[in-house]
T-cell receptor, first 111, second 112 residues
C-alpha cells in the first residue's frame, strides 16, 4: 500500500540550514506537499511541488524532488527558533485529492 | 489563519456518547476533507466532500459519518465513542480536488 516515510527527529543550530527528507511510494503522485505543525496548532501549508518539477524555491524554503528515487526534501535556510515544529511530508494519493502523510519530522532549533 | 474554522476547539465526553464536529471551509472552497491525528496512527484521511456530495472515503469507521450542507459547511458525527477515538480531528478545504488543502485548527476530542 501507500507509505510515506520521514526521519522522526532533526536537531539544528540557529542560523544553520535544515534538511528534512521524505520518501514516498506512489510513483503516480502528482503533487507533493510540506506542512508545518506547531504545538497545539493546525497544519500550515508551507509549499508544494508538482511532479514534473525538480526544484522549487520560495524565500528560505527549497524543495527538491527526485522522482527516480521517489525522494523529496525540504531545505530551510538560516533556520530560526520559530522554525521549531513538526514538518509533514504528504503526497496526493488519488484524483480526489486525498493526502497521504508521513509520520512527521520534529525539528528542534537550538541557539 | 488559514480561513478554515472548526468548532468546538476541545471536546471531552464519555464512552458510548455521540458528538458532532463542525467545519466551515474557506470562502469559495467547494471541497472539504476530514482527517484524524492520533499518536499511534498519525494523520489519517477519513472522508471528502465536494459541493455537498461524498467523493472519497478513507479509514473511516462505520460509527463515524459526515455530511456537507448547501452552505458548504461540514459536520463529522462520531457515535458510540470509544477511548481509542480520542484524537485531533482536522478539517481541510480546497477550491477543488486539484488545489492545495488548507487546514483548520482542529478539534481535540477526549473520550473518558
Amino acid at each position: 500500500g501507500e507509505d510515506v516515510e520521514q526521519s522522526l527527529f532533526l536537531s539544528v543550530r540557529e542560523g544553520d540550514s535544515s534538511v528534512i527528507n521524505c520518501t514516498y511510494t506512489d510513483s503516480s503522485s502528482t503533487y507533493l506537499y510540506w506542512y508545518k505543525q506547531e504545538p497545539g496548532a493546525g497544519l500550515q501549508l508551507l509549499t508544494y511541488i508538482f511532479s514534473n518539477m525538480d526544484m522549487k524555491q520560495d524565500q528560505r524554503l527549497t524543495v527538491l524532488l527526485n522522482k527516480k528515487d521517489k525522494h523529496l526534501s525540504l531545505r530551510i535556510a538560516d533556520t530560526q527558533t520559530g522554525d521549531s515544529a513538526i514538518y509533514f511530508c504528504a503526497e496526493r494519493a488519488d484524483s480526489w485529492g486525498k493526502l497521504q502523510f508521513g509520520a512527521g519530522t520534529q525539528v528542534v532549533v537550538t541557539p | 489563519d488559514s480561513g478554515v474554522t472548526q468548532t468546538p476547539k476541545h471536546l471531552i465526553t464519555a464512552t458510548g456518547q455521540r458528538v458532532t464536529l463542525r467545519c466551515s471551509p474557506r470562502s469559495g472552497d467547494l471541497s472539504v476533507y476530514w482527517y484524524q491525528q492520533s499518536l499511534d496512527q498519525g494523520l489519517q484521511f477519513l472522508i471528502q466532500y465536494y459541493n455537498g456530495e461524498e467523493r472519497a472515503k478513507g479509514n473511516i469507521l462505520e460509527r463515524f459519518s459526515a455530511q456537507q450542507f448547501p452552505d458548504l459547511h461540514s459536520e463529522l458525527n462520531l457515535s458510540s465513542l470509544e477511548l481509542g477515538d480520542s484524537a485531533l480531528y482536522f478539517c481541510a478545504s480546497s477550491e477543488s480536488s486539484y488545489n492545495e488543502q488548507f487546514f483548520g485548527p482542529g478539534t481535540r476530542l477526549t473520550v473518558l
